[in-house]
């Protein structure tokens, strides 16, 4: 149940999150902590979605085409 609770707060701004892994996933922006790694080039992400699209570079896929 959503109850629009957000319990997690930033100690370093006044960012506020309903989940502690949006928390943690947010002080990294503060920390640039980048523990997410290409493994075929040197490339690292705060978040594992950022490395997942970059991984596309890699093996040529295109999930979004235009048909124009």
Known sequence: MHTGEKPYSSSV???VFSQSSDLTRH??????????SCSLCCMSYSDWSYLTHHRRVHNGEKPQS???
């Open 13 to 15: 701004c006044s960012k």
């Open 66 to 68: 235009c048909d124009i």
């Open 27 to 36: 002080i990294r922006i503060h920390t640039k902590d980048k523990p997410y």
